[in-house]
């Protein structure tokens, strides 16, 4: 089976612009989740996504969203963008709730 | 308060030697999950063994095996026979609620980053 997919790797936006972030899970995983990893707060939470519905959402602001479509590919929105947005983030998939999350290789995002 | 501490910043450790990464962690549920993960200069995150709190017997993937103390709220990574690829950041990671609760929502630490030498 082909792992998580995340486009772009590398993404270089200024500041006041918006960018959206691409995610392919894992064939038949429903469950895609966003996390945001910068070197000050680590790795936090953005949101869950289960069958096309926000299933739970972590403490940041609504600049940042998403959604997720019938195939389960997910995108990830952040408007109007800070310098602090700049981060790694990683989607992952998985497939019921007591099985590990699968990663993707990540979406560098720099904001200048 | 910190639910995953990871008192480690940062491991040196002998190739072919064992070494162990230290995580503690805090939760009320009664039902939760414990993961270890590694992340290499690449930034993938590479999922590398799990602990069920009802599971009564301690998780071992090859190398890897988790020292689950559920009293001491601790499930510390054990490596053994280190590598040089075994060189990364290494995280410790919480799912509570693990039968209702959210599925993609892991709680992680700050990480310890593990150097294998030569």
């Known amino acids: 089976k082909a792992g998580v997919t995340q486009t772009p790797r590398y993404l270089i936006k200024t500041r006041g612009q918006q960018v959206t972030l691409s995610c392919s899970p894992i064939?038949?995983?429903?469950?895609v989740s966003w996390y945001q990893q910068t070197p000050g707060q680590g790795l936090q939470f953005l949101f869950e996504?289960?069958?096309?519905?926000?299933?739970n959402k972590g403490n940041f602001p609504g600049r940042f969203s998403g959604r997720q479509f019938s195939n389960s590919r997910s995108e990830m929105n952040v408007s109007t963008l800070e310098l602090g947005d700049s981060a790694l983030y990683l989607c992952?998939?998985?497939?019921?709730?007591?099985?590990?999350?699968?990663f993707g290789n990540g979406t560098r995002l720099t904001v200048t | 308060a910190q639910k995953i501490t990871q008192t480690q910043p940062g491991m040196f450790v002998q190739e072919k030697e064992a070494v162990t990464l230290d995580c503690t962690y805090d939760?009320?549920?009664?039902?939760?999950?414990l993961f270890w993960y590694k992340q290499p200069s690449s930034g993938e995150m590479i999922f590398l063994i799990y602990?069920?709190?009802?599971?009564?017997q301690n998780a071992t993937e090859g190398r890897y095996s988790l020292n689950f103390q559920k009293a001491r709220k601790s499930a510390n990574l054990v490596i053994s026979a280190s590598q040089l690829g075994d060189s990364a950041m290494y995280f410790c990671?919480?799912?509570?609620?693990?039968?209702?609760?959210?599925?993609?929502?892991?709680?992680f630490g700050k990480g310890t980053k593990l150097s294998v030498k030569p």
């Open positions: 064939s038949g995983h429903r469950s």
């Open positions: 939760t009320s549920d009664q039902s939760y999950g």
């Open positions: 990671a919480m799912r509570e609620g693990l039968y209702g609760g959210s599925q993609g929502n892991l709680i």
């Open positions: 992952a998939s998985s497939d019921r709730f007591n099985s590990p999350l699968h």
């Open positions: 996504y289960f069958s096309e519905t926000q299933r």
């Open positions: 602990q069920g709190s009802y599971d009564e």
